[in-house]
């Protein structure tokens, strides 16, 4: 058995009870934690204060994250932690520094992009006394920091894994000043098992994400069953844990002020194509859909392979989460870590939220699929909620007409089979698409045996081109010879008329020379009876004096020119 197969039960150990030691809190009251993190909820000196949702996301320019001065104390500048040893742990105070430092201050600076630095200062050594954190908190015998860090990390000789504590959490607005920012007074400290320290890092940082307000994220019936998330499972395909620490939430980076509002895209108006990038990229860092509840979103962050983010390339794609901060034990807001993250949707020790390239989601009625890579990242197709048309991305097509038309009379299944959500009206139309199109306007039937042309075998329009063929409607793409169809080139403007002249038989050309570009063309002829029969009024409206012969079609072009077509 793997050694951190040993550790995962030691993982998950009772917590002593922190007191909050403020005298000017009021009264003090938490919520059941679960295993390796607590924090003591206490109310102000001044009872007159806000406590609820008053006024609570005004700092938050988005309006997600509750009380953001608070959340946000440590974790935009340089964080410092004092190191204490208990017991017999094997480490010097300098080893242990360095194993820290190792483990996690360039992950932090990556993962913040150069936002937060953990910063690791000695405190002290305390033999043969493994529950020293109580001596912390006032215990006897008390023990007191060597400086005035922001937090206490220990390192003891009894834990198999960690716990720890991002300190007394208040619920009023603003950033509750009379907690202290630093040990003892605010409360903040993690714990970590001497064992996993150099051979597990993942440990110490997790402990360290709790610090900074970060929850846990799961299925809903584990706290430890995503597996993908330095604050969850952190595991690898094989089922045991990656000692080197994942990525996590686009959130809990939004939370700690690593991801710019900016970068930030909210679903739900009209269609979007977003390009959404990991962390260390550039570009859109996190999808929010809006529900209609108050503290309850979904959000979408991109997750790739990289050195600070050493996740299975199969787990690579885009993770979806329910975001909660209406805490079951407390009217909303839930403050801080006490929010939960929720694969959506739930899948236990398994990645079913992370969708590839391909995969859809709806959320809110909002449609959303993964449609592509963009470098690092993913491009996201976001629907319109309102939609009632056939596809998600045509409301804004000034062809939307043309294409309902299309798809009512089954010319079009879409562009994004197996769901065909899409159409993707500013695609371009290739040779094989085009002859699906006609085959399927002019419902042909006869493939004339097939095996017409050397380069369509394995094209899925293989079929569509022979009966193309066997109508007449194509030669070929290379002449004289014509035993290639070119099936994955585009369809030129000129190449789409002689398609549908032969296609619905057009003999006017009207007296030719109708625009003033195609001299030349060898389908000026072709372009010339397609304007008489009033199937193309030319390219540059409102003069349309030219008809860009050479241009690429559109599939929204597509539709317009068989919609008059069909309409001749």
Request: aromatic letters at 10%; charged letters at 15%; hydrophobic letters at 35%.
């Amino acid at each position: 058995m793997r050694r951190w197969q040993r550790l995962a039960a030691a993982f998950l150990i009772t917590l002593p009870v922190v007191v909050a030691s403020s005298a000017s809190a009021s009264s003090t009251t938490s919520p059941p934690a679960p295993a390796d993190w607590e924090a003591p909820i206490v109310s102000g000196p001044d009872t007159a204060d806000a406590v609820g949702p008053l006024g609570v996301l005004d700092d938050d320019p988005l309006g997600l994250v509750p009380k953001l001065p608070f959340v946000q104390r440590y974790s935009l500048d340089t964080d410092h932690f004092e190191v204490w040893l208990c017991g017999n742990t094997g480490y010097t105070l300098n080893q242990a520094i360095a194993a820290l430092e190792a483990g996690m201050v360039d992950y932090y600076e990556a993962v913040s992009g150069g936002r937060y630095t953990i910063e690791f200062s000695p405190g002290g050594t305390i033999a043969n006394d493994p529950q020293c954190l109580s001596g912390f908190q006032g215990s006897n015998p008390p023990y007191a920091p060597a400086g005035s860090p922001e937090g206490l990390l220990i390192i003891d000789s009894v834990t198999g894994g960690g716990y720890a504590s991002p300190g007394i959490i208040c619920l009023e607005q603003g950033n509750c000043g009379w907690i202290g920012t630093t040990f003892p007074g605010n409360g903040r400290y993690a714990v970590v098992g001497a064992g996993t320290l150099s051979g597990f890092p993942s440990v110490a940082a997790h402990e360290v994400g709790h610090t900074l307000q970060w929850p846990h994220s799961n299925s809903g019936q584990s706290e430890y069953d995503n597996p993908i998330d330095l604050m969850s499972g952190n595991q690898t395909t094989g089922g045991w844990t990656e000692s080197l620490p994942y990525g996590t939430l686009a959130f809990n980076r939004y939370q700690s002020g690593w991801i710019d509002p900016a970068d930030v895209v909210f679903a739900g108006g009209g269609y979007q194509e977003v390009s959404l990038q990991p962390f260390d990229a550039v570009g859109t860092q996190m999808i929010a859909v809006l529900t209609g509840a108050d503290g309850i979103f979904y959000t979408l962050g991109a997750r790739t392979r990289s050195s600070y983010d050493p996740i299975p390339s199969q787990w690579e794609g885009v993770e979806v989460y329910e975001v909660n901060h209406t805490c079951g034990a407390f009217s909303y807001p839930c403050p801080g870590i006490y929010r939960s993250h929720t694969q959506e949707p739930p899948n236990p020790n398994g990645t079913a939220h992370v969708l590839q390239v391909g995969e859809s989601i709806t959320l809110e009625g909002i449609a959303i699929e993964v449609i592509g890579r963009d470098g690092p990242g993913y491009v996201v197709a976001i629907g319109d909620p309102n939609n009632t048309l056939p596809f998600i991305d045509i409301a804004s097509s000034q062809f939307v007409d043309d294409i309902v038309w299309l798809s009512g009379e089954s010319i079009t299944k879409g562009c994004n089979p197996p769901s065909n959500s899409r159409y993707c009206p500013t695609a371009t139309v290739t040779r094989g698409e085009m002859a699906a199109f006609l085959v399927r306007a002019l419902g042909l039937t006869d493939n004339g045996g097939g095996n017409n042309f050397v380069d369509d075998d394995g094209s899925v329009f293989e079929n569509d081109i022979a009966k193309l063929a066997a109508a007449g409607i194509t030669k070929g793409c290379n002449p004289p010879v014509n035993d290639r169809f070119c099936p994955g080139d585009r369809v030129t403007r000129e190449q789409m008329a002689a398609f549908l002249v032969r296609a619905y038989g057009l003999t006017d050309n009207g007296g030719s020379n109708t625009f003033i570009d195609d001299d030349g063309s060898i389908f000026e002829n072709d372009i010339a009876k397609l304007a008489t029969a009033g199937i193309t009024k030319g390219c540059n409206p409102p003069a349309n004096t030219e008809f860009c012969p050479y241009s690429a079609v559109t599939r929204e072009q597509m539709a317009a020119f068989l919609h008059r077509a069909e309409s001749v």
